[in-house]
């Protein structure tokens, strides 16, 4: 499965990964002797084979509607690396193409 | 007014197709995956904990309620629920996203097929639904602050909502409406969502596309978001389908894109788009199971839906003898049909009590904006108290006139129909001595009309009961004037009654 | 005192129920083991000294107030993922070096409620991806019984921090052979349970279906006391099993006659060192010599492991992942800080590693469109295959008895450069985690160079009670659990050193 650098550039803009362009080349090489590898499965017949997806049989439980907040924002958001009163703050988005 | 549904919109041999995907919040006190209050208007981010703020390590465990409101409403809608239905994860970047995925369902939604049937002036619509899903909500962003800097508010984040999708079985914008309104209102009666769209409870997104008349093939569509009432429904899909028939015929070829309504400038405008919106990288849910709903829990739920809008209004026709067209207005709403109802029990006069309601109450409701609001709140009328107010007619204390003034004051005041009617004098007058005395009165001071009434020309009554009436402040019986009235005068052209 | 400490939980309960020792003094004597050998080993990234002592008083207190238990007192450390409330939780990243968690795991609540001591928090490879402990943003442990070697991972920390003496147990997470390897390159005993047995609540996720909290000892006993306060069900955690607890402590009866061993020939294959094949099939006539019977099963498609695990682990591992983003909590660039695209890719980029950019990368390409089908999805059906081996063979065995990797403790650096050699270091213990099974670790004797090997055995699903019986057993049989590396501190001259920095 060769994979390009465009390929990289593409998954690496999907995953907000900023790369440097030795890690771009290094990655492109690791990704495609990594996926080369995969390939194998390609070769197992899985015809009629359900896919496991989960590791438990049982429906998802639930819990009753209940609230349980103490309503201190300021527990949380005095994390947050920028702020403005209980807001995060984040550079601005601009929706620019990329 | 909002309503274009007489102006049959002519778009040539052009046919638009629509399809709606509509986001209902669910009713629920907390949020679909943990356990924060899911109100609007606290303090940024005081609804918030670790779980709907995306810390590391913490988990989602699902609402029951959300739940419960979800499968009733597939139920309602004619929908099949699946023996399983599965969480999925859509991935992507945004600040009002805190785990950089919304937990939502993909292949396997909870409910699939059903349809709605919508009345439009055409007749009975029915508009098939392709899936109805859960998913929970993301936060807000709010851009204008400052040039530098956007702001993250996530008390949203993680309430739960359902995603209503429906075929492209709609064919106008009038008819995108009507959609919209039935929907609203049948999840108004399954009390699982309050409809509010300008609070943003209930959200429409609109799939729009033409293709000419009798072609098979379906146009390129676009998808229309932001679109926060009922009158702007109309208006952007409206233009939307205008500009995409403009376009193919200019040549022009419709792209398959995210369009904005700016309600200002009346017509969508394409959103710029990431170039990877697209690339959602859909997988199941691994924090949550699969949803296995027993076949009892789900006959259980059937059991105990309440009377939707179609079996009440064959209902109202059936119980309360009124015209299927009243049954209709009344029942579109929940509220309005309980408020009818209501007062229908405090006294029984449906078809008085329905003509009341659909006059001058709904009127009142339009005037005063509450028409997008699912209960009729801050209306200062109970529906007891427009029941005695009826009443009132009914025994001959005040007259369908004065019931109007009466009316008004209570709405101005609050007060119940028989204070106002003591307080401001408005009773009835029914003694036959005082009605005498201004009919006496009248036709002293108008003996020439006497004389052509009696000549023949027997349109006068009218006036002579005006006249007395206005004598009498409105108060007077108006039977009892017109008794009065014509024992005196006699039979016109005839010189004396007998 | 540290010479004089007692080395395994058992002992250590025992001496402090008898009042021969208190909690406090206990504590102290790890603190000091720990400035000893820490600079060799670097096995943790926090050590919580204060909260250590403040914990041992409680566990005195307690004691003194008429309570018991077998980890009342007992000095600990948490794998730096579990969330302590108030105490940096770093996950081995840049990204989270600062963060301070506002909870407790699950794990760590029930640990506290049983009355154990914190004494640290363990390194890790960067958010559990690797298998080497190198992948730590802080640097890796050693293995203490050499410390040119890798502990093994991602747990390393917490098995180098028991083999060094610098805690009775830990608790690690493993999701493709986490802690099973570390415990077999450390020479110590390490439990994965069944999927589910264990909250996640509170846990950072890697691969959310393959994960699992389990504990770490120098005894199969320890390990025993160590999950009967861990398991159990969670409301929390919407994938924690509702299955009761059995008292895993009394399941140890040392009797597996009759028990019968499956031995997959696929584990026995190419690859394999010869050191490890003796070992193991000298554990497999230990077993027989207690009466166990040895039946020979197959689990064909054991050599398919890596490949879905790979794939499913980083597809999961990229979504996990996402919430790292400089906007809530944890590092934000300087960089980008005018237009938000570029502050997360700044963020991200500055935040993480190396080995957890190439898995978020694999992974996000697993589920990109036109890939799922191909890549995430044949996975998962591949995952049923695994599974079904294992069920087939459960019919016919109690528990499956493997090596628990092909080879011992590799050098530090010595398989970085390669990812896929590196990933190959788990081939006998992914299978476990695709199929959602237990599987114990336990020591079964040493190399040419000195370093330990790991038994593995494996249970059907919930069957923890029968590996811990086969594990005690064995290691009543034999001594490896009882061995210790060679003083750490002499090595490095980091003792005295460590030492004299303390008493300053």
């Given at each position: 499965?060769?994979?390009?650098?465009?390929?990289?550039?593409?998954?690496?803009?999907?995953?907000?990964?900023?790369?440097?362009?030795?890690?771009?080349?290094?990655?492109?090489?690791?990704?495609?002797?990594?996926?080369?590898?995969?390939?194998?499965?390609?070769?197992?017949?899985?015809?009629?084979?359900?896919?496991?997806?989960?590791?438990?049989?049982?429906?998802?439980?639930?819990?009753?509607?209940?609230?349980?907040?103490?309503?201190?924002?300021?527990?949380?958001?005095?994390?947050?690396?920028?702020?403005?009163?209980?807001?995060?703050?984040?550079?601005?988005?601009?929706?620019?193409?990329? | 007014?909002?309503?274009?549904?007489?102006?049959?919109?002519?778009?040539?041999?052009?046919?638009?197709?629509?399809?709606?995907?509509?986001?209902?919040?669910?009713?629920?006190?907390?949020?679909?995956?943990?356990?924060?209050?899911?109100?609007?208007?606290?303090?940024?981010?005081?609804?918030?904990?670790?779980?709907?703020?995306?810390?590391?390590?913490?988990?989602?465990?699902?609402?029951?309620?959300?739940?419960?409101?979800?499968?009733?409403?597939?139920?309602?809608?004619?929908?099949?629920?699946?023996?399983?239905?599965?969480?999925?994860?859509?991935?992507?970047?945004?600040?009002?996203?805190?785990?950089?995925?919304?937990?939502?369902?993909?292949?396997?939604?909870?409910?699939?097929?059903?349809?709605?049937?919508?009345?439009?002036?055409?007749?009975?619509?029915?508009?098939?639904?392709?899936?109805?899903?859960?998913?929970?909500?993301?936060?807000?962003?709010?851009?204008?602050?400052?040039?530098?800097?956007?702001?993250?508010?996530?008390?949203?984040?993680?309430?739960?909502?359902?995603?209503?999708?429906?075929?492209?079985?709609?064919?106008?914008?009038?008819?995108?409406?009507?959609?919209?309104?039935?929907?609203?209102?049948?999840?108004?009666?399954?009390?699982?969502?309050?409809?509010?769209?300008?609070?943003?409870?209930?959200?429409?997104?609109?799939?729009?596309?033409?293709?000419?008349?009798?072609?098979?093939?379906?146009?390129?569509?676009?998808?229309?978001?932001?679109?926060?009432?009922?009158?702007?429904?109309?208006?952007?899909?409206?233009?939307?389908?205008?500009?995409?028939?403009?376009?193919?015929?200019?040549?022009?070829?419709?792209?398959?894109?995210?369009?904005?309504?700016?309600?200002?400038?009346?017509?969508?405008?394409?959103?710029?788009?990431?170039?990877?919106?697209?690339?959602?990288?859909?997988?199941?849910?691994?924090?949550?199971?699969?949803?296995?709903?027993?076949?009892?829990?789900?006959?259980?739920?059937?059991g105990e839906l309440p009377e939707l809008p179609a079996a009440r209004r064959d209902r109202f026709v059936e119980q309360y003898g009124i015209p299927d067209y009243d049954a209709g207005v009344l029942t579109a709403r929940r509220d309005l049909a309980d408020y009818y109802?209501?007062?229908?029990?405090?006294?029984?006069?449906?078809?008085?009590?329905?003509?009341?309601?659909?006059?001058?109450?709904?009127?009142?409701?339009?005037?005063?904006?509450?028409?997008?609001?699912?209960?009729?709140?801050?209306?200062?009328?109970?529906?007891?108290?427009?029941?005695?107010?009826?009443?009132?007619?009914?025994?001959?204390?005040?007259?369908?006139?004065?019931?109007?003034?009466?009316?008004?004051?209570?709405?101005?005041?609050?007060?119940?129909?028989?204070?106002?009617?003591?307080?401001?004098?408005?009773?009835?007058?029914?003694?036959?001595?005082?009605?005498?005395?201004?009919?006496?009165?009248?036709?002293?001071?108008?003996?020439?009309?006497?004389?052509?009434?009696?000549?023949?020309?027997?349109?006068?009554?009218?006036?002579?009961?005006?006249?007395?009436?206005?004598?009498?402040?409105?108060?007077?019986?108006?039977?009892?004037?017109?008794?009065?009235?014509?024992?005196?005068?006699?039979?016109?052209?005839?010189?004396?009654?007998? | 005192?540290?010479?004089?400490?007692?080395?395994?939980?058992?002992?250590?309960?025992?001496?402090?129920?008898?009042?021969?020792?208190?909690?406090?003094?206990?504590?102290?004597?790890?603190?000091?083991?720990?400035?000893?050998?820490?600079?060799?080993?670097?096995?943790?990234?926090?050590?919580?000294?204060?909260?250590?002592?403040?914990?041992?008083?409680?566990?005195?207190?307690?004691?003194?107030?008429?309570?018991?238990?077998?980890?009342?007192?007992?000095?600990?450390?948490?794998?730096?993922?579990?969330?302590?409330?108030?105490?940096?939780?770093?996950?081995?990243?840049?990204?989270?070096?600062?963060?301070?968690?506002?909870?407790?795991?699950?794990?760590?609540?029930?640990?506290?409620?049983?009355?154990?001591?914190?004494?640290?928090?363990?390194?890790?490879?960067?958010?559990?991806?690797?298998?080497?402990?190198?992948?730590?943003?802080?640097?890796?442990?050693?293995?203490?019984?050499?410390?040119?070697?890798?502990?093994?991972?991602?747990?390393?920390?917490?098995?180098?921090?028991?083999?060094?003496?610098?805690?009775?147990?830990?608790?690690?997470?493993?999701?493709?052979?986490?802690?099973?390897?570390?415990?077999?390159?450390?020479?110590?005993?390490?439990?994965?349970?069944?999927?589910?047995?264990?909250?996640?609540?509170?846990?950072?996720?890697?691969?959310?279906?393959?994960?699992?909290?389990?504990?770490?000892?120098?005894?199969?006993?320890?390990?025993?006391?160590?999950?009967?306060?861990?398991?159990?069900?969670?409301?929390?955690?919407?994938?924690?099993?509702?299955?009761?607890?059995?008292?895993?402590?009394?399941?140890?009866?040392?009797?597996?006659?009759?028990?019968?061993?499956?031995?997959?020939?696929?584990?026995?294959?190419?690859?394999?060192?010869?050191?490890?094949?003796?070992?193991?099939?000298?554990?497999?006539?230990?077993?027989?010599?207690?009466?166990?019977?040895?039946?020979?099963?197959?689990?064909?498609?054991?050599?398919?492991?890596?490949?879905?695990?790979?794939?499913?682990?980083?597809?999961?591992?990229?979504?996990?992942?996402?919430?790292?983003?400089?906007?809530?909590?944890?590092?934000?660039?300087?960089?980008?800080?005018?237009?938000?695209?570029?502050?997360?890719?700044?963020?991200?980029?500055?935040?993480?590693?190396?080995?957890?950019?190439?898995?978020?990368?694999?992974?996000?390409?697993?589920?990109?469109?036109?890939?799922?089908?191909?890549?995430?999805?044949?996975?998962?059906?591949?995952?049923?295959?695994?599974?079904?081996?294992?069920?087939?063979?459960?019919?016919?065995?109690?528990?499956?008895?493997?090596?628990?990797?092909?080879?011992?403790?590799?050098?530090?650096?010595?398989?970085?450069?390669?990812?896929?050699?590196?990933?190959?270091?788990?081939?006998?213990?992914?299978?476990?985690?695709?199929?959602?099974?237990?599987?114990?670790?336990?020591?079964?004797?040493?190399?040419?160079?000195?370093?330990?090997?790991?038994?593995?055995?494996?249970?059907?699903?919930?069957?923890?009670?029968?590996?811990?019986?086969?594990?005690?057993?064995?290691?009543?049989?034999?001594?490896?659990?009882?061995?210790?590396?060679?003083?750490?501190?002499?090595?490095?001259?980091?003792?005295?050193?460590?030492?004299?920095?303390?008493?300053?």
């Amino acid at each position: 499965m060769p994979v390009s650098l465009e390929d990289v550039d593409h998954i690496a803009r999907l995953a907000r990964l900023g790369l440097t362009d030795e890690e771009r080349t290094a990655l492109r090489g690791e990704l495609e002797s990594i996926l080369g590898y995969v390939e194998q499965l390609a070769k197992l017949d899985t015809g009629g084979v359900e896919p496991t997806a989960s590791m438990r049989d049982d429906s998802t439980p639930t819990r009753p509607d209940r609230t349980s907040n103490d309503d201190d924002a300021e527990k949380l958001v005095e994390r947050a690396p920028d702020r403005q009163g209980t807001y995060l703050r984040v550079p601005k988005i601009i929706e620019a193409s990329e | 007014m909002s309503d274009t549904r007489d102006e049959t919109p002519d778009y040539g041999d052009w046919e638009p197709v629509i399809g709606l995907e509509v986001h209902a919040q669910l009713l629920t006190e907390s949020k679909l995956f943990c356990g924060c209050s899911a109100s609007f208007g606290a303090a940024p981010n005081a609804h918030t904990c670790p779980v709907c703020m995306g810390f590391p390590g913490v988990l989602p465990v699902l609402n029951e309620r959300a739940l419960e409101f979800a499968i009733r409403t597939g139920i309602a809608t004619g929908c099949t629920i699946p023996t399983r239905a599965r969480w999925a994860r859509k991935n992507y970047f945004y600040p009002d996203l805190p785990k950089g995925y919304q937990i939502s369902m993909f292949d396997e939604p909870l409910a699939i097929g059903g349809g709605i049937d919508v009345e439009t002036p055409a007749g009975t619509k029915r508009v098939r639904l392709t899936r109805i899903h859960m998913e929970e909500d993301a936060g807000k962003n709010i851009h204008d602050t400052d040039d530098a800097h956007s702001l993250v508010d996530l008390n949203r984040a993680g309430v739960p909502l359902m995603e209503i999708v429906s075929e492209p079985d709609i064919a106008s914008a009038a008819e995108a409406a009507d959609y919209l309104r039935t929907l609203r209102s049948l999840l108004q009666y399954l009390e699982v969502c309050d409809g509010n769209l300008e609070q943003g409870s209930f959200r429409c997104d609109a799939n729009v596309s033409v293709r000419k008349k009798g072609d098979p093939k379906l146009g390129t569509r676009t998808e229309i978001k932001n679109i926060n009432s009922f009158r702007n429904v109309e208006r952007a899909i409206d233009s939307e389908i205008r500009r995409q028939i403009d376009l193919i015929e200019s040549g022009g070829t419709v792209r398959q894109e995210t369009r904005g309504w700016d309600a200002d400038r009346g017509r969508t405008l394409a959103m710029r788009s990431k170039e990877d919106a697209h690339d959602y990288r859909y997988f199941p849910e691994p924090d949550l199971l699969p949803l296995e709903v027993p076949r009892e829990r789900i006959e259980a739920i059937r059991g105990e839906l309440p009377e939707l809008p179609a079996a009440r209004r064959d209902r109202f026709v059936e119980q309360y003898g009124i015209p299927d067209y009243d049954a209709g207005v009344l029942t579109a709403r929940r509220d309005l049909a309980d408020y009818y109802e209501a007062a229908v029990r405090t006294h029984p006069n449906p078809k008085a009590l329905s003509n009341w309601v659909m006059g001058d109450v709904l009127r009142t409701v339009r005037e005063r904006g509450l028409d997008e609001a699912l209960v009729i709140r801050d209306w200062p009328v109970s529906a007891e108290s427009l029941g005695r107010l009826v009443a009132r007619i009914d025994d001959g204390t005040i007259s369908g006139k004065i019931a109007k003034t009466v009316l008004e004051e209570m709405l101005a005041s609050g007060a119940e129909p028989d204070d106002v009617i003591e307080r401001k004098g408005l009773r009835q007058v029914t003694d036959a001595g005082a009605i005498t005395g201004a009919v006496e009165e009248v036709l002293a001071a108008n003996p020439d009309k006497v004389a052509e009434y009696r000549g023949g020309k027997d349109k006068l009554l009218g006036f002579f009961v005006g006249q007395i009436m206005k004598a009498t402040g409105g108060k007077a019986n108006p039977q009892a004037v017109n008794q009065i009235l014509r024992a005196r005068l006699g039979e016109p052209g005839t010189s004396s009654g007998g | 005192m540290s010479s004089s400490a007692p080395s395994t939980i058992d002992a250590a309960s025992r001496a402090l129920a008898a009042g021969e020792l208190s909690a406090t003094d206990l504590a102290s004597a790890m603190l000091d083991r720990i400035a000893a050998v820490e600079p060799t080993v670097h096995a943790l990234l926090t050590v919580t000294a204060d909260r250590a002592l403040a914990d041992a008083r409680e566990a005195d207190r307690r004691r003194g107030a008429g309570e018991s238990g077998p980890l009342l007192g007992i000095p600990i450390v948490l794998k730096d993922l579990f969330a302590t409330d108030g105490i940096r939780t770093t996950c081995g990243s840049r990204i989270l070096e600062h963060y301070v968690p506002p909870y407790d795991a699950d794990a760590v609540t029930r640990l506290a409620r049983a009355g154990a001591v914190l004494v640290g928090k363990a390194n890790m490879d960067e958010f559990a991806m690797g298998s080497s402990n190198e992948n730590s943003a802080f640097g890796p442990s050693r293995n203490p019984w050499d410390p040119g070697r890798v502990p093994g991972g991602s747990s390393g920390g917490s098995a180098a921090a028991v083999a060094a003496g610098e805690c009775l147990g830990a608790l690690g997470t493993d999701t493709g052979g986490s802690i099973r390897l570390p415990a077999s390159y450390c020479g110590v005993t390490g439990l994965k349970p069944t999927y589910g047995r264990v909250s996640r609540y509170g846990v950072t996720a890697y691969a959310s279906s393959l994960d699992q909290v389990g504990p770490f000892a120098h005894t199969v006993r320890d390990v025993s006391v160590l999950l009967g306060a861990i398991a159990g069900h969670d409301p929390r955690d919407s994938t924690s099993a509702p299955q009761p607890v059995p008292d895993y402590v009394a399941a140890l009866t040392g009797d597996v006659r009759g028990l019968r061993f499956g031995i997959p020939a696929e584990y026995f294959a190419d690859g394999i060192a010869t050191a490890v094949e003796k070992s193991v099939r000298e554990a497999i006539e230990t077993l027989r010599g207690l009466g166990a019977t040895v039946v020979d099963v197959s689990l064909p498609h054991t050599s398919y492991g890596i490949a879905a695990y790979y794939l499913i682990a980083t597809a999961e591992a990229s979504s996990n992942l996402a919430r790292y983003d400089g906007v809530k909590y944890g590092h934000r660039a300087k960089r980008g800080a005018d237009e938000l695209l570029e502050m997360y890719r700044h963020t991200r980029d500055e935040g993480f590693g190396a080995e957890v950019k190439r898995r978020i990368l694999l992974g996000t390409y697993a589920l990109s469109a036109g890939y799922y089908d191909a890549y995430y999805r044949k996975a998962q059906k591949v995952r049923t295959l695994v599974r079904n081996d294992f069920r087939r063979a459960f019919e016919t065995c109690d528990l499956i008895l493997t090596p628990t990797s092909p080879g011992t403790a590799f050098r530090i650096g010595e398989k970085v450069a390669d990812p896929l050699a590196m990933y190959l270091s788990d081939v006998f213990t992914v299978p476990t985690n695709l199929a959602g099974l237990p599987g114990l670790s336990v020591p079964c004797g040493f190399d040419e160079a000195g370093l330990p090997i790991g038994l593995q055995l494996l249970a059907p699903p919930f069957e923890e009670a029968d590996l811990l019986r086969a594990g005690d057993a064995y290691q009543r049989a034999t001594d490896f659990h009882e061995r210790r590396p060679a003083e750490i501190g002499a090595a490095s001259g980091g003792r005295s050193e460590a030492s004299e920095q303390q008493s300053a």
